[in-house]
């Protein structure tokens, strides 16, 4: 649709779940829309642990926003990097300078990784939020059993061996459950001087138990079965110090090589371009039709907007950022047709995460299930929500064949490993100075 046609455009920055939704929903209606994204793809965050442990490759979880959007005339993508938005002016400015004008703004930029202050920390215990950074912790973890493999020293090969994941949330145990079955099953007979089921992996969680979101019988059920894989769960425990050799528990230093991050996350730093107060994680307060308090064509969804529902915070999940976007486009539609729009209401579908093969836990209003019966359904429910056909069956055939052969496939090393890298830099002039 041209630019003047005459009907509203609507701008949609962020082609997550909200974005998405929100752009399909309004398929067939009298508007132009822009979908802006930094990345050329979207992106299914719940399995983007899979990538990062090497269960399944990039493409099999993402698909381009082109590609998916093809056939709704209505839509234009472009990639570009939204960094201000100018609301005197009704713009918003990407990274080059380029102004991109609105009628009706949706923000659904997500959020990031939040380190509470210690910034620093981010170099050596990496989050996981986007396919760089999936890709960038898949070679960390393999990389690091390869340098234990040439290490001769007893103790830097132990810390080599050592796995420490910050944040017993879904994705920490996620990473956790993953992390002890490559270890101790998909690796076992292809190394020679190492043995890598001894390999140390430690959840580390500053609260009471892991899975906080949870009911408490679930939660210490996910704790039982994340140490029946093997997995070290501290609680209670939180960090002090993150360094290029390990992490700090109070005044206990715990070597290890490979730190992940997964504790906290910070609303995309573009809401405060928008002049309005934001709430403690940096997302902003929306009303009832999730527009913006003195802004009225600007709405905000997805794990960027601050939502409470009954006295509690509606949970930065996949479906209340689809159910945010169609709400949004529902309230679109309903401005423009001069009609009142109902307000947005959060469905809870209840909560899955998964801890290793056969194990997982699910709330599901009411219904408390965990073990095989729950990884079932937790398989279902994911292989269902992927979107294409592709990437439903390739996850499929995947899983069936990791299930009965425990092997992974997606386990090749690219790119450099900057703190391997440093590590091997560091050990030949050792080499050199004693020779």
Not at 258 to 271: C, F, I, M, Q, R
Not at 328 to 333: F, Y
């Amino acid at each position: 649709m041209p630019a003047d046609s005459g009907v509203p455009h609507v701008l949609i920055v962020g082609g997550g779940f909200a974005g998405l939704w929100a752009t399909r929903a309004l398929a067939g209606s009298p508007v132009r829309i822009t979908l802006l994204d930094r990345e050329n793809h979207h992106l299914f965050q719940p399995l983007l642990y899979q990538v990062a442990t090497a269960g399944l490759s990039a493409p099999d979880i993402s698909a381009p926003l082109r590609h998916i959007l093809r056939r709704q005339r209505n839509v234009s993508v472009l990639m570009a990097e939204a960094c201000e938005v100018d609301t005197a002016r009704r713009q918003v400015i990407d990274a080059n300078g380029r102004a991109h004008a609105y009628d009706y703004l949706v923000l659904a930029t997500g959020a990031t990784h939040a380190y509470f202050g210690h910034d620093d920390w981010s170099r050596f215990a990496p989050g996981l939020k986007t396919l760089d950074d999936a890709l960038a912790i898949r070679r960390r973890i393999l990389s690091a059993f390869e340098h234990a493999e040439i290490e001769a020293d007893p103790v830097a090969q132990a810390a080599w061996l050592t796995f420490a994941i910050v944040g017993a949330g879904p994705t920490g145990v996620e990473l956790a459950g993953t992390l002890a079955e490559i270890a101790r099953h998909t690796l076992k007979h292809e190394f020679r001087r190492i043995d890598p089921r001894a390999a140390r992996v430690l959840l580390l969680e500053a609260g009471p138990r892991v899975l906080s979101s949870f009911p408490e019988s679930l939660s210490e059920k996910a704790r039982k079965q994340l140490e029946r894989l093997g997995v070290e769960v501290l609680v209670g425990t939180p960090v002090s110090a993150i360094d290029a050799d390990g992490v700090v528990l109070g005044t206990q230093r715990i070597a290890a090589r490979t730190v992940l991050w997964s504790a906290g996350v910070a609303a995309s730093p573009l809401a405060r371009s928008l002049g309005v107060p934001l709430d403690r994680a940096g997302r902003v307060p929306v009303q009832g039709d999730l527009s913006v308090a003195g802004l009225p064509e600007v709405f905000v969804a997805g794990d960027l907007a601050s939502v409470q529902q009954e006295g509690k915070p509606v949970p930065g999940v996949a479906p209340a950022a689809k159910q945010m976007g169609d709400c949004v486009a529902k309230v679109i539609r309903a401005r423009i047709a001069g009609q009142a729009a109902a307000s947005f209401r959060y469905r809870d579908f209840g909560n899955l995460a998964t801890i290793g093969r056969m194990a997982a836990v699910v709330d599901v209003r009411g219904w408390h299930l965990s073990g095989m019966f729950a990884w079932w359904f937790w398989l279902a429910a994911h292989v269902w929500f992927l979107i294409g056909f592709r990437n439903r069956l390739v996850v499929l055939i995947d899983w069936a064949r990791a299930y009965w052969s425990y092997q992974r496939s997606a386990r090749v090393i690219v790119g450099r490993n900057e703190a391997g890298s440093q590590a091997g830099t560091e050990s030949a002039s050792a080499a050199n100075q004693k020779t």
